[in-house]
């Protein structure tokens, strides 16, 4: 079986709940039907019963919608389990949908029996921020959370319109997984902060991925998509669109380049397999089975790699571009929604999860990365290995950078998933490429 039957990536749940281009667009972009208006910041929020009706009723109960595997959903649990017993006068009804996680929210919400409290990734804060379905948090957040606690760049892709919509939960960056044992074979020293990249001399990296490939392996993959391909963007000084949002800019120099150095990667240089070398098998297997020696991806793929017998792997940051050091923000989120009539009871289940109990346990369970500073440089935290360099989720994080999005993320994604595999199979240029992707993203835009 490959690794990919045994984990789930960030896109592959995206494409999991149904989010295809015209599907996503149809459900999660119609208007909620019967949905209250958020209440802006500042304004009074929905009150609950008086403390004399709920000890009539006993404890308020919430619901919480969330996506989760069988070992998140046991974490979730546990989590709940604790926060009930500190909290008594509230139940949590925790509700995990078998399939299409998105179109069950947006049915609830349109059916007005939105749950009270539901999980939130954050390349879909413009889609539902936009319909007002999520209240503003900033007033919960500067009363009871102190910041200076958290890696603050971890709450940025959380806004919208300069509210605060979710509180993060978790994280996830973007690092370069290697293979020890490749490395020490072809004398190559480890990955570390010295590395370098360019895409006009290659630098450190392409140095080493060149050394580490020979018949039947290579240096370098990805899995190719929007977020390991972002930093390549960002540290070559490109990105995705203008400066607000309103343009895509596939077409800038540097965007081209960052992109050019990838693709270069497959074709010229032949560091990375291509979709044909590959044969039906994906990175993640092909690092498992030492056919590939760096393999970039989030700590999602750490509980897969601890279990290779035999894998002697590490992790290390990304190479530092021309234009510095970036790594694209993973994770999730907890928002409250405007139907919810137990808003405050719902606020303390979301900030629960940001407390030492669930973040520690949201560490061990190294699907993400736990947000709290004290928990990230623990020495329970720092000691579970593999890998030895724990300490790297943390530096990550002082280079986080969401992922710029708009109303219309899943079409502009198909575009851009499909022209820049006609990139990476060597079909099209990356200049022919990135002037079709700017054309067809701008008419979406401008819908």
Known sequence: MSISKRYMSRRDFLRMSGLTALGVMAAACA???AAPAAPAAGEAKPKEKAPAEKAAAGPTEIVYLTWAGPEELKVMQTITKAFEEATPDVKVKIEVPPQNYWDKLQTMVAGGVAPDMFRMDYVYMAVWGSKGVPIPLDDYIQAEIDKSQFYERVFL???YQGKQLALPQDVNSQVLFYNKRLFDEAGVSYPDETW???PETGGDFLEAAKKLTKEKQWGYSQDWYWEPISPWIWENGGDWYNKDHTKSTMSDPKTKGGLQFLADLLLKYEVSPTPAQMSGRDAPTLFGTGNIAMYQSGRWMVPTFRAIEGLEWDVAVLPEGPAGRWTTQGGTGSCISNQSKHPD???KYAK???GEMAQKLIGKLAFS?????SVLSSEEFLKSVPPENNKVWGQTLEWLRPMPVTTHFDQVD???STELTEVWTGRKSVDDACQAMDKQI??????
Not at 369 to 373: A, E
Not at 442 to 447: G, R
């Open 31 to 33: 208007a909620p039907q």
């Open 157 to 159: 892709g959380y806004q």
């Open 196 to 198: 370098k990249w360019d």
């Open 345 to 347: 009871a719902a606020w």
């Open 352 to 354: 629960w999860y940001v």
């Open 369 to 373: 990365t736990p947000i709290l500073k």
């Open 414 to 416: 198909n575009i851009r």
């Open 442 to 447: 701008n008419d979406v835009l401008a819908s």
